[in-house]
């Protein structure tokens, strides 16, 4: 395990990395979800595609990288691509999980895996819903310890920044980006995923022109009981002549 040292818009961020075959030319990036880490994706992928240098990183602000500013996922992508400069490296392939599947779609790597990826905005429960008039409603008044009452389960504990950071993300619509993407893309999902349920993955799989869609049996952490089969679709479907985004 190391760190790497990136200043980004005056700001200091040591990332937590490590990398797995190193003797590997071809680079395989693995990007963890929201509230997640690289030890979750490692997990499931580390002896997994041994014809690829793997990259696992802790983004700012998760596992044992830092965060003080308040970022948008743009923000995460230019971040990770300074990271990636400063070990010149140029992955192959960008493989993201949830939320790491928004930042490796802007990453414009040859291959994209996703692995239900967020990026595409779910209709809220009536709760849901009412709990956002009541936080709109509260605000203007100061009364902030009702509010902290309704913050979501994924940003408990954390700190002014990543609450901040967690707003500008949890809800982008992201549909323009995944149409954008020349990346020949696999998508792969729980088939009983309620955080980026199925048919968002239909839908980026209708948005991306050069892409597959794999529905899995499993709930939005469905590639640790299937990350073989993934390997296996990556190493067939993202070979060197078949994997472009020129």
């Not at 209709?123 to 605000?139: C, E, Q, Y």
């Not at 149409?179 to 309620?194: H, V, Y």
């Not at 794999?214 to 990556?234: C, M, Q, S, V």
Request: hydrophobic share 35%.
């Amino acid at each position: 395990m190391a760190s790497r040292e990136i200043i980004y818009k005056e700001h200091t961020f040591q990332l937590s990395y490590e990398i797995v075959n190193p003797a590997q030319k071809s680079v395989l990036l693995v990007l963890h979800g929201w509230g997640s880490n690289k030890e979750i994706m490692k997990q499931a992928f580390g002896t997994k595609l041994p014809e690829y240098k793997h990259i696992y990183v802790d983004m700012p602000g998760f596992g044992k990288s830092g965060n003080h500013m308040i970022l948008t996922t743009h923000d995460y992508a230019h971040i990770i691509q300074l990271f990636l400069n400063t070990l010149n490296l140029t992955p192959k392939i960008a493989m993201g999980h949830s939320f790491g599947g928004k930042v490796s779609t802007l990453l414009d790597t040859p291959c994209l895996v996703l692995l239900s990826s967020a990026g595409i905005v779910t209709k809220k429960p009536w709760s849901i819903k009412l709990k956002i008039a009541t936080v709109k409603f509260l605000k203007p008044l100061g009364m902030t310890f009702l509010r902290d009452l309704f913050k979501s389960k994924d940003v408990e504990n954390m700190s002014h920044e990543m609450y901040e950071t967690f707003k500008n993300v949890v809800d982008e619509d992201f549909e323009a980006y995944f149409a954008q993407s020349k990346s020949k893309t696999l998508c792969f999902w729980g088939k009983e995923d309620t955080a980026t349920p199925l048919y968002t993955g239909e839908k980026i799989n209708t948005l991306i022109q050069t892409s597959t869609l794999y529905p899995l049996k499993g709930d939005h952490f469905f590639f640790l009981r299937h990350n073989e089969f993934i390997a296996h679709t990556i190493t067939e479907q993202c070979k060197e002549n078949e994997c472009s985004n020129s």
